[in-house]
């Protein structure tokens, strides 16, 4: 029977051990004092996420319901994928059963093999090396650049092999990745740019939308990302052939020549109309849920960039960040560590999340990567988190929020 990996975070070794961030605080609406008496939020818990289901959700899926249409099959399938495909500014949508699925239906139709490689950021969430290895392609890791936090491109370039067949740039936290040098290595090179888009449903760089920036892109719709469909995800790309396998593949692989007839190795990766059917009115609302996040950035950056010690999430000139998660990094000035600010706001009922932990110290990756070292990802995970980032968020439970980061800081100064 499977075991599971070993490794602790005392292995990773002194000065790495530090990295990995300690146990969630516990969340507690209790506190009596309140710094900011006019906005008195106490007794209520402000989750760090939520979805927004106020449009057509309930009217599409009781149409589901009332006509018998609950599989796979059904007329909110497609158009769910022809709506979101072209809020990407993509001709084709591939709609799956979720975001890790979106991943590793594209690598499929790539047919990567074991011995093929495939470069992604060691920054990013599980699910995007796990679908490389799902394919038994070698994952190649890279590093976070300092001014986006994303994939440093940069280095991308010392990485590629001729066995590089593929690379998934990660738009972490709603930020796109630098994608024109991005293109022209692979303009180059001949691999395929694959996009982790799972965090970045209506992100732009230099004016056009992420999911349509690479070669293809993967959406996830879990509950806590932009739009959601309860579990969902979607491919997007302009690439005609490439859409056409991944919507085979997604079903079994049927052949059209006969029924049953199968000439891939197919997965059943299939979204339910109803999920479809919330997808599409989660899709109407998106400019909203995409304008009601950044006006929350700019109120949280507002309130946040005098505080010393607070680095406020960045936002590149050719960038629109849709700032999935509002991401904060604590520096030492501030007084208290990351860890200690999550338990000071979890005390007032903010929850809060830390950043991902580093693919090269995971420990189920722990003997790939054993040695090698990315700094920055690193510092990233030993400094950030994210505050609460939900586009139903209020300016006044942003003001609440940052007014207890506040006294926090002064506390620790006093
Ligand atoms: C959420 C997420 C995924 C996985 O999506 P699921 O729908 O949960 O499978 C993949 N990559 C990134 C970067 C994510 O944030």
Redesign the pocket.
Known sequence: MLQPSSITPKDLGDDLSSVIPGKDPELAVTIKRIPVSELDLSGKIIPVCEPTLAGKEKEYLLDCLDSNWISSAGKYIPAFEEKFAAECHCKYGVACA????A?HLGLAALGLEPGDEVILPTF??I??INAVTYTGATPVLIDSEPGTWNMDVEQLAGKITPKTKAVIP?HTYGHPVDMDPLMELAEKHGFFVFE?A??AHGAEYKGRRAGGLGHAGGF???AN?IITTG???MITTNNAKFAALAHNLRDHAFSSERHFWHKFVGFNYRMTNMQAAIGLAQTEQMAGFVENRRRNAALYTEYLKEIPGIVTPPEAGWAKNVFWMYSILVEDEFGLTRDQLRAYLAHYGIETRTFFIPMHLQPIYYETFKGQRFPVAEMLCQRGFYLPSASSLTPQQIKYITGIVRQAYEEAHS
Do not use: I, P, Q, R
């Open positions: 979720n975001g890790t699925v991943l990013t969430m699910a995007t990660v982790d799972a965090e996830s719709f879990y990302k579990e969902g995800g």
